[in-house]
């Protein structure tokens, strides 16, 4: 079946950090219990300096993000290991991100939980679109489209079938490393 | 191979392993704090069953550090979540912050917070605590559930920084499947000049390579000026790996060391045995670069990232409203004791903030003494505000009433390790990262000041 994925996005610069994405004071929420993970997705993106963002990535009083896609530069997650920053953003309803480069534990973290694909891309696509622009992730084809042009993403390779899975658990469990439930 | 090859192929039953490799190595250690612990406890529990047991209970480190001095009622719960599953569990090594495993911890805002406020077992910065407790051994591979986790570097081991589901997984199997990282050599000849540090070593070169420069690689640190280095300037070194996206930091092993290691592995009755892996001759680098430490000058990262790199005294035009030291990097005794040399007998012009890293770091300033004075009361009376409540604090922020939180749109110079958009508390402050000398001239004049002038 073919897998698309069609949204507004969100474009964020180069070197965005965890603390950014999910400020320290919200790290006293445990994802793993339900109301709390909400309540991290409602705060996602709530790092990010006023006056470089003005347009919300939540709008107050909502707890879900219109936004299902990221546009990021370079560098995206960097800083600490903190799950809760992948998983904020899942909360929140994000699916994708499409960055440039990520930092290696927020790439690992996503697909370690299987919360929302780490897309690359190819070129520096955070100069060509702007919040609010429409895109089409195309799974199969490894394609995002945006303001009518196609751009090429690099294939996640390995990870993909983790992120597939639901995660590192289903898919250690699928690959017999760890027995079923 | 490298070092980290070395360690990773003996951790993952192979004689040879390559940079690229995907392998599933076994771990040593499992650390997990306050923090991070309660959603990775949720993890296995959810994962393995409600009535599952660890894989191993004695290779498990369980260290509150994070948000402990706060009235936030959810910090206050996440402390119980991890004394519960150390009971449950029948963990050796978890460093309760009181002393009845029965009780509950609530913080007492009434008593404040420089007193302290711990039981007996509470440490502090889980990378600070756990090589003083005997839980770091060269060889290793240790998982943490912090960035910071690849401090352990220092003392020759593989250490990485994890998320929850990984350390979920490995609660329950004591296993991850990595990939085995390129190596980046770091060659260091001579030995550091009066009032340079290794804290302007590692801004040196995060301010070469980018705060992205080493992204999915490994950190060695090698030659004569790494040998020079004592074990509190490796652990400073190895802890910033991670700000320039560096898996790990790794120090080849020596004498220093395992005098180190051996000590405190008998002090604290952990295990003592281990298998340092040696430098090979055929290693293979991603880079290579030779620093002569002699020629290095104080550096400070300015904000908003630790790859923003100027000598403080190019800065002397900033102003500052705070100065703070403290955290892993930071916060350890001799970071305290340059700070004091600095401070001696003058007054600060700025509001200061003074976290030790550990409890013992408490203690050995308490004892060790500038002349006739502790170095403790050579802080205080220089009038840095000193806490004997140990912890992450301000480093990160945290919850609104953590010690030497930023709640306002203030500038800091900080020998802490991070200085992004709203690290230290409000999105509008800048936090300027320095040497323990940098910040104590810095607090002595109001801005940022090089301390070659104040160190005779």
Redesign the interface.
Known sequence: MAKKLTSPVYVVED?I?T??II???Y???????PEEYEKLGSYAMV????DLYPIEFIKKGATKTGYKIIIAG??FG???????APISLGAAGVEAIVAE?Y???FF??SV??GELYPYEARERLIERVKTGDIAIIDFDNDTIEINGQVHQLKPMG?VRPVIEAG???NY?RQSG??PG? | MTLTEKILAKASGRNRVAAGD?V?VNADILLTHD??G??SI??F???FGQNAKVWDPMKIVIIPD??IFTA?R??NR?VD?LREFAKEQGLSYFYDVIDDPEGHWAFNVARGQLRRQHGSRYQGVCHAALPQRGHTRPGEVLFG???H?CMAGAFGEFAT??????A??IL??GKLLIKVPETMRFYLEAELPKGVMAKDVILNVIGDIG??GA??RAMQWEGPGASALDMDDRMTIANMAIEA?G?NGIFPADKKTFAYVDERTRANGTKSAYEPAELDRDQIFAFDKVYDLSKLEPTVAMHP?PGNRALAKTLEYVRLDRAYIGSCTGGKTSDFVAFAEVVNGKRVQIETYGVPATSEVVSDLKQARLGETSVWDVLIDAGVMMTENASCAAC?????DTFGRLNAPLTCISATN?N????MGS??SKVYLASPYTVAASALTGHVTDPREFLS
């Not at chain 2, 990160?396 to 609104?400: K, S, W």
């Open positions: 070197n950090d603390d950014q400020p320290a004071q790290l006293t929420l445990v994802p793993t219990i790092g990010l300096p006023d370079k560098n960097c800083g600490s290991s903190r799950e809760h480069s930092a290696r534990i690992r973290n370690a939980t390995d995660g590192l658990f250690a490393m760890i439930p | 995907n599933w923090v991070c309660p959603g949720g993890v529990k959810r994962e994070h948000y936030d959810l910090s996440n979540v559930t912090d960035s986790t920084g994890i998320g929850n589901t990984d979920g997984f329950g199997t705060f992205d992204t999915y996206g898996k990232n990160l922020g945290g919850p609104q991070r992004f958009p709203g690290r999105k509008e």
